[in-house]
């Protein structure tokens, strides 16, 4: 029952390291210098599915306040004000502020997304550079396959 | 402008690297002088830096005004301020050699080998500098790009090695990225001063997250340090690479690393965590035991010169690392010394393989044939390096090794003591066999006057200014860094302090 738990509480972590596992497998193992590459993009895209879920909170929004929770009353200020009964007054923004009752718990934390912008930027950019380089292999040694490159260099000697 | 120094340190090179990528290409002529510039720029700035750390304390320099938590800042105190010296200095002494070896080896890509140059230069700084966890982060992976297109540049085989480094170098940093991630769970924060605030008032040592971040950043660090047994993308990457990118990572890049890795055990995790409640020092000792006697029976057994130096880099990581984990003051010291010592003897040797290399066009042992007599002043610079790794006074080497072995000695961890004078009799036989080769040659009957007069003429000439200028600069760092080395151990020492690494009973 507790490893139930663990499992199916915290199954988002379990899955961020099999993607990971599978990543570094393929880094590792694979013969083809591009299927290598494509196992590092899984690899770092395992990092970011892990920032994500940081950030994710259940039941929470995304971090940026509607119209109706900064001015609550606005529509019935607006409806008396039509009628003739209220005053009026337009709050500063330090009332509005002072007023404002924000729960962190409805907001997912932005921070681990934005910062997973950063990473995938230089996700990106790592993955360039070795297409680069993949490309550069290919055309000094006339192969992408790890085995086939040693062979010949062993030959040049 | 005083004010502004620490951020100058980097943005200097950062703007001239955009500067010289937009006008570098139609006019090749003003690469160099453009390169020149902003390293020096960075140098003056760090010498008005660590002028301020020495009489101010730390210094803070908040991006934008932001404070942290919220901001991104740089701190720099006695550690930082010194270790980010020695890159400037390294990197602007690599930029003077490279005035003849770039469009030699690179001839068509002179303006790119620049620009990735100072961003490699950038990136490598701001590692230095930056008070912020996850923007070491972004600044490991700008300079771990930058050098693996740097090495690509390269011979056939150099391609090669850069993609076994960027498939390493991504492990690593994506390690470290994970470490920072957990970190953050825990803590809620990415500044480094902060996190160990939040450590410190939430009691979060005992925490299995915090044990399970410092595992996984210490073996991110470890692969971009090149940590013996997760160093296999170093040799190869330093011997096939261009002569000028051999001679800024080969001195830098694991240095660095090794500074960030003294960075988060005393700055972010604290020295009671690292070194007394998870009880590794023992293991991490023999493992670099292991490192320096592996490496530097390697280093033996290469035939090529740049290998060869490249093996003793990867021993000259297991001292620091071996130094950092003494759980010793000493030891402390003689770590960060060495980093600053070390940045230089390695910058030295690799600059006279680049010299070696361009003349001769060979990297092999025996090119150093009667090199003595052709290019005496290249062989002093040389000696002086090698004299250096050996440790023999009063060069940088000696006392980095002084206070090493006394931190070994007085932790009781002589199994690291014996490894590091192994290492050095090893380097003296490595080193003392290229001194007979250059002095000597390796035909026993070679000593016609008629045959030598002969030699002499077809052989090469002495370097040019520009290669030999940054090879004699060094050499005598290198012995005023030694000289003075009360100096710079008492501002590293005044650092090292503040921590009480001593108080800890294992």
Redesign the interface.
């Known amino acids: 029952m507790e490893l139930f738990e663990a499992l199916s509480t915290k199954f988002n972590y379990w899955i961020y390291i099999i993607i990971m596992m599978i990543g570094l497998y393929a880094m590792i193992s694979k013969n083809n210098l591009v299927k290598k590459l494509i196992g590092m993009s899984i690899f770092q895209t395992a990092i970011i599915l892990f920032y994500v879920s940081i950030g994710v909170k259940e039941g929470a929004t995304i971090p940026i306040l509607y119209h109706d929770q900064v001015h609550p009353s606005h529509g019935d200020s607006h409806h008396e004000a039509d009628t003739g009964h209220g005053e009026d007054h337009h709050p500063s923004h330090e009332e509005i502020v002072a007023n404002l009752h924000i729960e962190p718990d409805d907001f997912g934390n932005p921070l681990p997304h934005v910062l997973m912008l950063t990473a995938i930027v230089v996700g990106v950019a790592t993955l360039g550079v070795g297409l680069a380089l993949t490309q550069k292999v290919y055309r000094d040694f006339g192969s992408i396959e790890e085995s086939e490159i040693l062979k010949s260099i062993k030959s040049a000697k | 402008m005083i004010d502004q120094s620490p951020a100058l340190i980097l943005l200097a090179p950062f703007l001239l690297a955009i500067v010289l990528a937009l006008l570098g290409i139609k006019r090749e002529w003003l690469c160099f002088p453009l390169v020149i510039a902003g390293l020096a720029i960075s140098v003056a700035a760090s010498v008005v830096t660590l002028m301020r750390v020495i009489d101010e304390g730390t210094i803070q320099y908040f991006f934008g005004g932001w404070e942290p938590p919220f901001g991104i800042n740089l701190r720099v105190d006695g550690l930082n301020a010194l270790v980010a010296l020695a890159v400037s200095t390294v990197s602007l002494l690599t930029a003077i050699y490279s005035k003849r070896a770039v469009p030699a080896e690179t001839s068509d890509k002179v303006s790119q080998f620049y620009t990735l140059y100072l961003l490699s230069v950038t990136g490598l700084l701001g590692i230095v500098l930056t008070g912020d966890a996850?923007n070491l982060?972004?600044l490991i992976?700008i300079s771990a790009?930058t050098s693996?297109?740097l090495i690509?540049m390269g011979s056939?085989?150099a391609?090669?090695a850069?993609?076994k480094y960027?498939?390493m170098g991504?492990?690593g940093a994506?390690f470290y990225?994970?470490g920072v991630?957990y970190l953050?769970?825990k803590t809620g924060s990415?500044n480094m001063y902060d996190i160990q605030e939040q450590i410190v008032a939430n009691n979060l040592h005992s925490s299995p997250t915090i044990f399970v971040a410092f595992v996984v950043i210490m073996v991110g660090v470890w692969i971009k340090m090149a940590f013996f047994p997760l160093h296999s993308w170093l040799p190869n990457s330093y011997t096939y690479g261009p002569s000028t990118t051999s001679a800024l990572l080969g001195p830098l890049v694991t240095k660095v690393m090794i500074y960030v890795m003294i960075r988060m055990i005393l700055t972010v995790f604290s020295p009671e965590f690292a070194f007394d409640q998870l009880d590794w020092s023992n293991i991490v000792v023999w493992m670099s035991v292991i490192a320096i006697l592996a490496a530097s029976i390697s280093a033996l057994s290469q035939t090529s010169l740049q290998k060869m130096l490249a093996f003793l880099i990867i021993a000259e990581v297991g001292y620091m690392v071996g130094g950092v984990w003494l759980t010793d003051e000493m030891g402390m010291v003689g770590s960060i010394y060495h980093i600053i010592a070390d940045a230089f003897m390695t910058l030295c040797v690799f600059l006279f393989a680049g010299i070696i290399f361009t003349k001769t066009g060979r990297r092999d042992l025996s090119a150093m044939e009667g090199l003595f007599t052709k290019m005496p002043l290249t062989m002093v610079g040389f000696l002086v390096g090698a004299f250096s790794l050996i440790g023999i006074p009063p060069t940088a080497g000696f006392f980095s090794k002084w206070y090493l072995i006394q931190g070994g000695i007085s932790s009781g961890h002589y199994e690291y003591v014996a490894a590091l004078l192994i290492s050095s009799l090893i380097n003296a036989v490595i080193f003392f066999r290229i001194i007979e080769i250059a002095y000597f040659g390796t035909k026993p009957a070679e000593g016609h006057g008629h045959h030598h007069n002969e030699e002499h003429k077809d052989g090469p000439k002495e370097a040019s200014f520009s290669m030999l200028f940054p090879l004699l600069i060094t050499a005598a760092l290198l012995l005023g860094i030694g000289l003075y080395n009360q100096e710079v151990v008492a501002i590293i020492t005044n650092f090292v302090s503040q921590f009480n690494i001593g108080a800890i009973i294992l």
Request: zero cysteines; aromatic letters at 20%.
């Open positions: 996850f982060y972004v992976e790009l693996y297109a690509g056939r085989r391609t090669l850069a993609y960027l498939i991504t492990i994506s990225l994970l991630g953050y769970i990415l």
